[in-house]
């Protein structure tokens, strides 16, 4: 039977008297039955919903909670962000094994039911892990996305740093919303919450918050979707590592998944005869969070000269100056980044070009390189660091 799922969501929803869930999963299934084209169906669901009492009508609409939203209880943040995110399918690449995997999540989660009744269901919960600006937290929210249930970003931060041991009863609050509520649930910057046991200032506290949270996931039924992403995974403890079944590591982007993140940030903006293959090579090391940052400076400066396409040399030039940075090389003046982007990519950034780029004469190009030798060193040192 199609949406068996959600009728029994709603009947466990029913026989634990939790209303709110019964409502939330109605709610739901409404949805589904009218993306499906049983229109009629969802509008008795959703008739039958407005007759409930007033906090259950929000569940009629399916991109609002009818549970409240967990707050920490003294500084009277929500601990849960809710966002429907639309990551379309375009602008999400990921590395083919990676791809994958993620497919194969969906598609576990999409049939949980039927794989349970087969007894081979593992509980639907992934892991996140790799570098800054790798796709994360873009992946939460493209399964979200692709899932069609909102994503409940669990706030870290107002969870821990609230009241010692406030931080156990936050936590039950989040989790018991997640049972109630069709989302998926991010624990995004996990480590915070995660870090290995005994190796911290406040060990006990520590302690006492990993314990909370493998309790609070061990009693999480296995439909519900949750993900955690971290940055840190060496710092994960073993025993939560267990418990995401699913895993995917990120890494900064291959050639080939560079070349793509290049084409489709830089959109209609390219401009034609752009050497993609020097981009590719130039941005090796590079994050596709940096990738993206670069493409949108270069294309904000394309917008506000109103031309329609975005300067080759300026993408590079951006590119450049966010590599310095990344090695942790500041350049305060402009004659620093013409030292640098000179010493960087000598060919492609001649005495002219540099002159256009900067708006100056190339005499004054030629004077600021004077010290270029000097700074060839200590870009080569830097690189060798
Ligand atoms: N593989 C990718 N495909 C498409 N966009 C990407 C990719 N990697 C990064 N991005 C872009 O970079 C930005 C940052 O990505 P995201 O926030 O998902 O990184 P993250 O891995 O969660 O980083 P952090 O560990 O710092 O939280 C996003 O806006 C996203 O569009
Ligand atoms: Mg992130």
């Known amino acids: 039977m199609e949406h068996l799922s959600e009728v029994l969501k709603i009947l466990d929803g029913a026989l634990k008297a939790n209303a709110s869930m019964a409502g939330n999963y109605a709610g739901l299934l409404a949805d589904k039955l009218e993306r499906s084209g049983a229109r009629e169906d969802a509008v008795r669901i959703r008739e039958r919903l407005s007759r409930a009492p007033a906090a259950m009508a929000y569940a009629q609409d399916g991109s609002r909670m009818a549970s409240a939203v967990p707050m920490d209880a003294d500084s009277r943040l929500e601990t849960v962000d809710i966002s429907y995110s639309e990551v379309q399918a375009d602008n999400f690449h990921l590395p083919s094994a990676a791809a994958r995997r993620f497919q194969e999540f969906v598609s576990a989660v999409t049939h949980y039911d039927r794989l349970a009744a087969s007894g081979v269901a593992s509980v ?56 109630q509520t069709p989302c998926v649930l991010l624990l995004d910057e996990f480590d915070a919450l995660a870090s290995a046991r005994g190796n911290e200032r406040d060990v006990g506290e520590l302690q006492r918050i990993v314990i909370a949270l493998l309790q609070n996931i061990d009693a999480l039924p296995g439909h519900v979707v949750v993900v955690a992403a971290t940055n840190f995974a060496q710092g994960i403890d073993a025993a939560v590592w267990r418990r995401f079944p699913y895993q995917i590591s990120f890494s900064n982007p291959d050639p080939a998944l560079r070349e793509a993140l290049w084409k489709s940030m830089l959109r209609d903006f390219a401009p034609a005869g752009l050497h993609w293959d020097e981009l590719v090579r130039c941005s090796d090391g590079v994050s596709g969070a940096i990738i993206e940052q670069v493409c949108q400076d270069a294309i904000r400066t394309a917008v506000m000269a109103e031309t329609p396409k975005a300067d080759p040399a300026e993408i590079l030039r951006r590119l450049g100056i966010a590599i310095s940075s990344l090695r942790g090389h500041h350049l305060p003046s402009i004659e620093d980044e013409v030292r640098w982007l000179r010493a960087w990519q000598e060919e492609a950034f001649s005495q002219r070009e540099l002159a256009r780029l900067y708006a100056v004469s190339t005499r004054q190009i030629s004077n600021m390189l004077r010290g270029q030798n000097a700074g060839k060193t200590e870009v080569e040192e830097r690189r060798s660091v």
Do not use: W, Y
């Not at 041991?165 to 609050?173: E, F, K, M, P, V």
């Open 124 to 179: 639907n919960r992934i892991l996140l892990h790799g570098p800054p600006g790798t796709g994360k937290t873009m992946t939460a929210r493209r399964l979200a996305n692709e899932l069609k249930l909102p994503l409940a970003t669990v706030r870290c931060d107002t969870l821990i740093s609230s009241l010692l041991g406030q931080t156990s009863r936050n936590l039950r609050r989040v989790f018991d919303f997640a049972e």
